[in-house]
Each structure stands twice: as C-alpha cells, then as structure tokens.
C-alpha cells in the first residue's frame, strides 16, 4: 500500500470513528429533570414537612425542580403512593418517602406490585414521637399502675387506627401487663381536648399534640426507639417489654435497581437536611427523632423490625 493510501486509510477510520461517537448518545448525569418525593400521607405532617425541606434543598443544590407529591394510604395499605414508586423507572425521579409499614407489611397484603418489595432505602430520618398518655387525674402513674387499674375498670383507648404499628403496640403491650383495654376507638384528632372531653381514658398519639397541655397529662411510656428529649424521665415501650422494640420511622425508599450514584446523589441530600439547625429546631418543638440513618443500617432496623412485627402478631392473637 502507498503512503497515500495509507493516509487516506488513517483519515478515513478517525472519521468513521468520530461519527460513531457523534452518533452515541451521551449518558446524562442525575439529575437532569424534575424529581417527585411520594409521601403517602396527607400534607402537615412530620414526614410531609421533612421530605418538604429534602426536597427544597435537592432543587437548591441541583438546579433541578423537586416536589413532593402526597398520595392516600400511607398506613395500612392499599399503599397506593408505593405502589406508583414500584412502576415506576428506577432511575431516582421517583422517590418513596415511606413509614415502616411499606417495606415490612406491604409485600404480604396482596398488592402484586409490593411482592416481592421492590424497594431498597436511601436511608431512615425519622421517628414519630408517639406516646401512651392518661390524663392528670388518672389513678396511675405508669403503665404497671394502669395495668393494675385497668384489670379492675373499663377503660378506654383512643389511637389514630388499628392498623398502624403504634397502636399495635400499645394493645401487645396491654396484652404482656395482663390486661385488654375494654373498648378501643380511631380519631381523627387526639389532642388535650380527647383527654378532657373524657372520650377516653388512654390515648395512643404524638407528643407534640399533646405539648400545650403538659401540666394536664401523664406520659406513660413512648413508643419510639430510645427517649424522647423532651420527656427524658419517660420508659419507652421496649424497656418495659423487650420484645416490642419496634417504633413508626419514615425513609427514603427507591426502586432495587436504581443506579448507586443516585442513591448517593439523594442519600447526601437527605443527609444533609436532617443534620441541619432548622431540623434540629423541629426536633426540638416536637419531640421527633431526627437523624440519619444510612441504608445498611436502615436495612437492618427493617430486618429487625420484621422479626418484631412477627413476634408482636403472635401476642395479640394469644
């Protein structure tokens, strides 16, 4: 072959190469578009407030719009809001902010597209401050003292429904002191007003509903994974029976086969959120648990959650 031949032959393959790599679409880097953060409860919330400033922060960081898109039945299921996280593409524009039940009840109440659980967490960065409360003139100051109390009266339990892990608890709890609330009952509101009103005689809520009237209650026990701040001298339910150390936390979930450079992209995010002054602020009015908890930790809460939650129904069928 002749050197001009040659020549031609070399400028010929860089530019056949060239077209080629014209040709190829280049791989976007995340994000590039806008994301949603399902949470599958109504606006107001903790977790609806949370995910409101990981979001906010996410489009502040990335330039990218970022929302949250709130969906019905965060609690017992049908976990419709999981259910559009599962369909959807599992690229990180889709992000579950979901509460304990999604991963550890919704694989095994019929929902096709939550079985096997189609997700994995980012992370855990939150935990509800739910307390068992009396009211001040209640004959008992603890929960041995209501256990005693409440073998020899009928007493009352309000709770925000019977599906939701805080009020399975409060009842597995009764059920290992020796005793059954005589009736039980869902509110929309469980507040200083339930107690006065005399509705009921124990409720199941959240401390921060009942923070106005301190001076008028009794807190028995928390239902969270290690005392709440506020009411530092206040056992949680674990501590009182071991085998019920379980609490309702909030995550981020996304689809299993999301890409690990997303995962990091909102991990860092999330993150950086829950460790600031103004999280810290609401964990302080509230009485929430705010951290962070990275997935492999998350995982195993789950992990033990699950072993929790089986133990838990055992009780309650006995």
Known sequence: MSKLSKLCSIALGVCLSGTVLLSTPAVAEYPEKPVSFVVPWPPGDLEDVLTRMIADEFQATHDVAAAVVNKPGGGGGPFPGAVEVAKAPADGYTVGSFIIAVPTIGPNIGIPELNPNPFEPIGNFLTYPFVIVAGKDAPYDD???????????????GHFGAPLIPT????ALAKSKGFEFA?????????????????VDVMNTTLQLVLPCMDDVKILASITNKRIAITPDVPTVAELVPELNVALWNGLFVHKDTPADVRETLAAIAKKVVESDKAKQLAKDTGALIYWQDAEAAQKQIDEDIVALEVMGKMLEE
């Open 143 to 157: 929960v041995d003292g209501l256990a005693e109390h409440a073998k020899k009266n009928e007493l009352a339990l």
């Open 168 to 171: 399975k608890v409060t009842m």
């Open 183 to 199: 009736s039980d009952a869902a509110f929309d509101a469980l507040d200083c007003n339930t107690l006065a009103s005399g509705d």
